[in-house]
């Protein structure tokens, strides 16, 4: 547990390449190894401050997988470390037929949400999913392929806008289930 290893990237930190995709079950492997070594119960007969360490290790090795294996935020890693800004917050200027279809969804959701159809809603969220992935791909040639960072950046904007389809979903099924 050297701290020279606090300045590695997550990719390095996992032994991965930086990369949009990237092996799964790979990433998975690298996360077990490293929390058996650094999990503060290991560490529970030291003094205070090692303690501590273990803990900034176990915490950082914690969110270094909770970004790389979210695709969204893995993207937003990659760009970040590529020193782009995506603006998520300021840039909301998206192409008009994109928010079209974001009405289209929201209002689609809320009327399977007020008719009560789960059928509805498996159906849109299998539809979401399959859009998502088709994002996704799109987002792996910009990263990876075409180091296209400026498109790349639109997509990870757009695809935060089906995350909160997919958060609308989930919780028109709740309402339904209630």
Same mark, same amino acid.
């Given at each position: ?11 390095? +930190?996992?032994? +991965?390449?930086?990369?949009? !995709?990237?092996?799964? #079950? ?19 007969? +030291?003094?205070? %401050?090692?303690?501590? &360490? ?20 893995? %993207? $937003?890693? *990659? ?6 800004? @995506? ?11 994109? *928010? ?5 969804? $929201?209002?689609? @959701?809320?009327? %399977? !949400? ?9 159906? +849109?969220?299998?539809? *979401?999913?399959?859009?998502? $992935?088709?994002?996704? %791909?799109?987002?792996?040639?910009? &990263?990876? &392929? ?6 790349? #950046? ?14 609308? &979903? #989930?919780?028109?099924?709740?309402? @339904?289930?209630?």
């Amino acid at each position: 547990m050297s701290a020279p290893g606090f300045q590695q990237d997550f990719f390095q +930190l996992f032994g +991965l390449p930086a990369s949009y !995709r990237l092996d799964g #079950a790979l990433l998975d492997q690298s996360y077990h190894a490293l929390q058996e070594q650094v999990h503060p119960d290991k560490f529970s007969h +030291l003094s205070e %401050a090692e303690r501590r &360490i273990s803990m900034q290790w176990a915490t950082r090795v914690n969110e270094a997988y909770q970004t790389l294996s979210n695709p969204a935020r893995r %993207a $937003r890693y *990659l760009l970040s470390l590529h020193g782009v800004d @995506i603006q998520e917050e300021t840039n909301t200027a998206m192409p008009a037929d994109f *928010l079209m279809e974001q009405m289209e969804w $929201r209002e689609a @959701i809320g009327e %399977a !949400r007020q008719a009560r159809d789960a059928v509805e809603l498996d159906k +849109l969220e299998s539809r *979401l999913q399959r859009e998502m $992935r088709g994002l996704e %791909a799109q987002l792996a040639d910009k &990263i990876d &392929i075409e180091c296209d960072y400026a498109v790349a #950046a639109e997509s990870v904007r757009k695809l935060k806008f089906q995350e909160r389809l997919a958060e609308e &979903i #989930a919780s028109a099924f709740d309402a @339904i289930d209630t």
